[in-house]
């Protein structure tokens, strides 16, 4: 299908080719704190699917476990709108569903880091729901 998408102020924009893996919401903390709201919405993709126009910004993130894993959480440096988490070793990237242009196909097949989900938060039709990630 192909997709794509821009940040709030319009200086980053990207497309995504082919079908993604897997649409995921996810409730860890790190992804509460960077989006500022209760759980991020990530299209998988491989890195080969996402092309980006614009400059980026990277945060450089350790996971929470010690066997060195990170994420590079990109974002765009003038309106700080997340576009992209990064996640080298598993060799995916997670586009941020909300940065998409048309978001009316998103139904996310799974739940991943329900051990950090806010008790409110109750999400209908999600198939497949992990306590961590998947
Ligand atoms: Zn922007
Ligand atoms: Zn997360």
């Given at each position: 299908?192909?997709?794509?998408?821009?940040?709030?102020?319009g200086?980053?924009?990207?497309?995504?080719?082919?079908?993604?893996?897997?649409?995921?919401?996810?409730?860890?903390?790190?992804?509460?704190?960077?989006?500022?709201?209760?759980?991020?919405?990530?299209?998988?993709?491989?890195?080969?699917q996402?092309?980006?126009?614009?400059e980026?910004?990277?945060?450089?993130?350790?996971?929470?476990?010690d066997?060195?894993?990170?994420?590079?959480?990109?974002?765009?440096?003038?309106?700080?709108?997340?576009?992209?988490?990064?996640?080298?070793?598993?060799?995916?990237?997670?586009?941020?569903?909300?940065?998409?242009?048309?978001?009316?196909?998103?139904?996310?097949?799974?739940?991943?880091?329900?051990?950090?989900?806010?008790?409110?938060?109750?999400?209908?039709?999600?198939?497949?729901?992990?306590?961590?990630?998947?």
């Amino acid at each position: 299908m192909g997709a794509s998408g821009h940040c709030l102020c319009g200086k980053v924009t990207y497309e995504l080719s082919g079908e993604p893996i897997a649409t995921a919401v996810c409730h860890c903390s790190h992804c509460q704190r960077q989006s500022g709201g209760a759980f991020s919405v990530n299209v998988i993709a491989l890195p080969d699917q996402l092309t980006v126009t614009g400059e980026l910004g990277t945060y450089v993130e350790t996971g929470e476990n010690d066997d060195g894993e990170y994420v590079h959480r990109r974002f765009c440096p003038s309106c700080g709108s997340p576009i992209v988490s990064e996640m080298l070793q598993a060799g995916i990237v997670a586009v941020k569903a909300g940065t998409l242009d048309d978001t009316s196909h998103i139904r996310p097949a799974v739940e991943v880091w329900c051990t950090d989900r806010q008790p409110w938060v109750e999400l209908a039709g999600i198939p497949m729901s992990m306590e961590r990630e998947g």
